[in-house]
Structure formats: C-alpha cells, structure tokens
C-alpha cells in the first residue's frame, strides 16, 4: 500500500495488527516477555492507520518527548 496517497478512510479501514505472542504452551513454562514485538512488516501496516491527528495525543502521552 503507497503511505503518500492513502486516504484517511482507508487508514481507518486498516485492521489493528495483532502483536505476535509467545504460545501458552510456551510461555507458562518460561518468565520472558509474552509479546514478541511486530516485525517491520506489521509496525509499517500497523503505522498506516494513524490519521495524522491535529492533536497527536500519542505524543503528549509519550515519556520520550516529556520536556520537564
Ligand atoms: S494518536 Fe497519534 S498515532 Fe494515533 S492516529 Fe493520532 S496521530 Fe496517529
């Protein structure tokens, strides 16, 4: 999908990438992490979603750009 001309509907028609988890068979046997992290292929699909909000609320709520 070309990012530069998607439309925000079709932004908003994107389903949310389902972030890979370790199996219950697996993880009930070990204390690492349960969620595996997206590959760049899913984090791209999954930043095709965002429509570019006017007040971005997910960089208020970001401790990385927390200027105090
Ligand atoms: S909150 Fe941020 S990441 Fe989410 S859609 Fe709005 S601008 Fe995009």
Redesign the pocket.
């Known amino acids: 999908m070309d990012a530069q001309h998607i439309t925000k509907k079709e932004r908003m028609a994107i389903p949310r990438q389902e972030m890979p988890a370790q199996n219950p068979d697996v993880r009930n046997k070990n204390f690492r992490e349960v969620n595996l992290g997206y590959t760049a292929e899913l984090a791209q699909e999954e930043a095709l ?5 006017k007040d ?4 208020k709520g970001c401790p990385g750009q927390h200027q105090d």
């Open positions: 979603r965002c429509i570019q909000c971005a609320p997910c960089i």
